[in-house]
């Protein structure tokens, strides 16, 4: 299985996706910075009640982006062999057609697990060194406030890493890139949107129960894998 | 001699499209296998049968001696293959295309990719990325990759379309050699007839998805006689003069410029001077066999008995 990851990251060369997810997080923190400098001194009305807030802010839009983004990986891991009809190379080797499957979704799944997790320590970090000096966001940052938001993160993200695989479900239908991305930014808009600080993902069983259903509807695809034809 | 490949009334049908049916065929390790027909037979749906890709609706298949089930992937390590026009990964080197493929195969042998890269005369582009690689060449490194993990069965389908005339010949030496040197099986395909009788010893003739034919080209060659055809503005002399001056009985005239004679007992020089001396108005004196294309047209213009199984 490692070997099959090893493997598939030489087909798609793995600095690419390092910088790919280098890049998603200056332009996430870019944002946030734009938003927290350009708002942050209006007191009438604060962006950010407190801390938590902000950092949940954070996660939200850190988890909104890898779903989607996982969803790109997916179209180009495996509706991507399909469409180029490598696939027909792939399943011609002597490795299960399981297996191979598994390790494109497995990547997928610990994709985003640690990207949302980095991002989040990394992102979350300098907001927090940033707010110390500048103040904007009122209250003090207690180890208690850390260690509940670390769980969440942590919670969270395996729920983003199992929703990141639903897209697959819709489209390997028709074996289509759109689908397969629209799937996510709509996975997105409903679980992610924030509405008045609250969020359907707030409810953490919501996000926990996709996840599931992700994970579970995956292994329901790829169960006949075997037994399909690959023209 | 072992079979490599046996199907028994394999069939594939695609909705109400038969594209496969009841192909019971036979390829013996060592040989290099033919598979002709002409575009839309079969052929392809054959082979990716063959190498799991596409599962029969009906019958079954048996590879170095094993059922091949869906699932089924031990076989596959012996197999090296290229279907149709060869796939790769665009953005890749073709040594790092190789270099992959020999990964999932499990294959280790250092020089592997080195050498297979000689044999089809691709040297000195391993570095460049595969889209830029033109059609003939493509064409090469998909042979390349089938052969470089040294398989002991070998599937090319169409191998030398897109191919000049030079890689042509360069190729069919390399196919001879393979299964020679190498001792590896071929099953080859192809829509040229000329192609696949310059290099088959077994060939199979599909047509609608039906096996019409599996012969030897041997026995082929035997039941088939050379002639010589004299071409001539007037044949009725040259009847006369082959029946009653130079006493040759086995011949025929087709229609009014041509004789043609079978098993000749004399040399074509003593034929064209006794003809010359008879003032017999000569053309042209060629020595003729039939091809595998008069035998094919025969064998599908006949609506010839279906070879079921042999």
Request: charged residues 20%; neutral net charge.
């Amino acid at each position: 299985m490692l070997h099959l990851i090893k493997l598939e990251l030489k087909k798609g060369r793995m600095t690419g996706y390092l910088w790919g997810s280098l890049i998603t997080y200056g332009v996430i923190l870019g944002f946030l910075i734009l938003i927290y400098m350009v708002e942050g001194p209006v007191q009438e009305e604060p962006i950010f009640q407190s801390n938590a807030e902000m950092l949940g802010l954070i996660d939200t839009l850190i988890r909104a982006t890898f779903i989607i983004y996982a969803s790109v990986l997916l179209s180009k891991l495996v509706i991507g062999e399909f469409q180029n009809k490598t696939i027909a190379l792939l399943f011609a080797y002597p490795v299960s057609r399981k297996k191979l499957l598994l390790a494109k979704l497995s990547m997928v799944f610990i994709w985003t697990l640690a990207n949302v997790i980095i991002a989040n320590f990394i992102i979350g970090t300098i907001f927090l060194t940033l707010n110390a000096n500048f103040g904007y966001v009122q209250g003090t940052v207690t180890s208690g406030l850390l260690i509940n938001h670390g769980i969440s993160i942590v919670t969270q993200a395996i729920a983003a890493a199992g929703m990141s695989l639903l897209p697959l479900t819709i489209g390997m239908r028709k074996k289509s890139v759109p689908a397969t991305i629209i799937t996510s930014v709509l996975i997105v808009v409903i679980v992610c949107s924030n509405n008045m600080g609250f969020s359907l993902s707030s409810i953490i069983a919501i996000p926990l129960s996709l996840s599931a259903l992700g994970i579970m509807l995956t292994f329901l695809s790829i169960r006949n894998i075997d037994r399909i034809d690959v023209a | 001699m072992t079979e490599l490949i046996r199907t028994r009334l394999l069939s594939k049908t695609y909705g109400m499209a038969d594209v496969v049916t009841n192909v019971s065929m036979k390829v013996r390790s060592g040989e290099i296998y033919g598979f002709l027909g002409p575009n839309g037979a079969g052929k392809s749906t054959l082979m990716k049968m063959l190498l799991n890709l596409v599962k029969p609706t009906g019958g079954e298949i048996e590879l170095f001696g094993e059922r091949l089930l869906p699932g089924t992937i031990e076989p596959l390590k012996r197999i090296g293959h290229m279907i149709e026009a060869p796939v790769f990964y665009e953005k890749l080197t073709a040594e790092q295309n190789l270099e992959l493929h020999c990964e999932y195969m499990g294959y280790h042998r250092s020089g592997a990719i080195r050498e297979a890269l000689e044999l089809v005369q691709l040297r000195g582009i391993e570095g460049k990325p595969v889209k830029q690689f033109s059609l003939g060449m493509r064409q090469r490194l998909g042979i390349a990759r089938a052969i470089c993990t040294r398989p002991e069965l070998l599937l090319l389908d169409e191998p030398i379309n897109g191919l000049d005339p030079e890689g042509i010949q360069e190729t069919r030496s390399l196919f001879r050699r393979l299964c020679d040197e190498y001792g590896m099986t071929l099953l080859i395909s192809s829509h040229m007839l000329a192609e696949i009788e310059q290099i088959a010893d077994t060939i199979g003739v599909l047509d609608r998805g039906r096996l019409l034919q599996e012969v030897s080209m041997e026995s082929i060659r035997s039941s088939k006689t050379d002639y010589v055809e004299i071409s001539t503005t007037d044949v009725k002399l040259c009847a006369f003069v082959l029946d009653d001056r130079l006493g040759i009985r086995n011949y025929k005239i087709v229609g009014n410029t041509a004789v043609r004679i079978y098993a000749m007992s004399m040399t074509q020089e003593e034929l064209f001077k006794g003809l010359i001396l008879n003032d017999v108005p000569v053309t042209a004196i060629n020595r003729r066999h039939h091809s595998l294309e008069e035998y094919f047209l025969e064998l599908t213009r006949g609506g010839g008995g279906y070879a079921a199984s042999h």
